[in-house]
């Protein structure tokens, strides 16, 4: 098992910066790779950036440019550093990571960033 926590959430003003963490526990050895998404209210979780053990990094098109997935491996940690903040990035930010083999996916609790016009 693998427990995910996230942190870092809150309120802030169009334009302004947010940095996210996500500390894994557990059996954190068969984590292939970790990822951000999102819901905002009656939307859809949509995936906003993931990395790879790799180190592959994908973004999604709204935040490209202005968010960073980074990951610190001796610190069990990912970060999803959040810059030129807009009122459309709104949402609970979920943190998620994957084994592939045997095939496992685990979710942190979430945490509330709220962009203010």
């Known amino acids: 098992q693998v427990q995910l926590v996230e942190s870092g959430g809150g309120l802030v003003q169009a334009g302004g910066s947010l940095r996210l963490s996500c500390v894994a526990s557990g059996s954190i050895f068969g984590i292939d790779g970790m990822r951000w998404y999102r819901q905002a209210p009656g939307k859809q979780r949509e995936l906003v950036a993931a990395v790879s053990s790799g180190g592959t990094i994908t973004y999604a098109d709204s935040v490209k440019g202005r968010f960073t997935i980074s990951r610190d491996n001796a610190k069990n940690t990912v970060f999803l550093q959040m810059s030129s903040l807009k009122a459309e990035d709104t949402a609970v930010y979920y943190c998620?990571?994957?084994?592939?083999?045997?095939?496992?996916?685990?979710w942190g609790q979430g945490t509330q960033v709220t962009v203010s016009a």
């Open positions: 998620y990571a994957y084994q592939l083999s045997p095939s496992r996916a685990y």
